[in-house]
């Protein structure tokens, strides 16, 4: 196997966790939430003469942030593999694009974490809080570590390409236009990127990952961070398949539905 070349580590991590872009990241995300959202839902359902109940509010106000996330993740991810900015050592990289990238997923995550927190019933979805706490802890190790296992942090952020779709769906249904183009341009799409993001490239990212643990340089890499990767990728992979069966089923729904219209 080819060699590694010399890794060397900063005097402190810190500057990898709190740095200006991550505080850009969460501050933003607060700010969307509790100052730019609010008053778009409520002209929303205004124009569509929906009013939407109290427990779906603060879900509907998190989606601005959440899908500018997921358009930043998926642009700064995408080109980062693309032009091979990581380097071709899967053990760690020092590309610069690549820590902003989880910089600004960190950020993200953890203001989303806190809203989701502090309102009850969004707290009450144990599949986003276990999806928002194995995330945080694995950018975490990732900066802290200055880069290790970087590439399969940012490969996951690929999955995000699902999520706008995802977010539109819900906004549509929300404020009942399920009967249009694009409604079924959301949901499709949706189970498509879903699909080709998150259950088709599983093998393939399980086959690199066991290129990359066999590697005699992941020596490097703490053991501990070894074992909550595998937890870490296995519980996200589980949860993928439960949502991606949930969504098939609704585009199912959806198709049967739209065949039984004509």
């Not at 930043?72 to 053990?91: H, I, K, M, N, P």
């Not at 399920?178 to 409604?183: D, E, I």
Request: charge should be positive; hydrophobic fraction near 50%; aromatic fraction near 16%.
């Amino acid at each position: 196997m080819e060699a590694l070349p010399p890794f060397t580590m900063e005097a402190s991590s810190i500057p990898f966790l709190f740095n200006p872009v991550s505080a850009a990241a969460f501050f933003s995300t607060i700010f969307c939430c509790f100052i730019v959202s609010p008053p778009i839902r409520l002209y929303l359902g205004k124009v569509c003469a929906v009013e939407l109940p109290k427990s779906s509010n603060k879900h509907l106000d998190t989606l601005l942030a959440s899908t500018t996330h997921a358009v930043l993740a998926v642009t700064f991810a995408s080109y980062s593999l693309a032009f091979g900015l990581l380097g071709t050592y899967r053990v760690f990289s020092n590309s610069s694009l690549g820590f902003v990238t989880l910089q600004v997923s960190l950020g993200y995550f953890v203001a989303d974490l806190v809203i989701i927190l502090l309102d009850p019933k969004l707290r009450s979805d144990k599949a986003s809080l276990m999806h928002h706490f194995a995330g945080i802890i694995g950018l975490v190790l990732s900066l802290y570590f200055q880069g290790k296992l970087m590439f399969y942090l940012i490969f996951r952020l690929i999955s995000e390409l699902s999520t706008p779709f995802v977010n539109m769906r819900w906004v549509l249904h929300q404020f009942h236009i399920t009967n249009g183009t694009l409604y079924k341009i959301a949901a499709y799409g949706m189970v498509a990127t879903f699909f080709a993001t998150r259950i088709i490239t599983m093998p393939l990212f399980w086959y690199d990952c066991y290129n990359c643990f066999v590697h005699p340089g992941m020596v490097i890499v703490p053991d501990f961070f070894k074992v909550w990767a595998v937890i870490n990728f296995s519980a996200f992979d589980v949860l993928n398949l439960y949502w991606f069966y949930k969504m098939v089923r609704g585009a199912i729904k959806l198709y049967n539905s739209h065949n039984n219209q004509e």
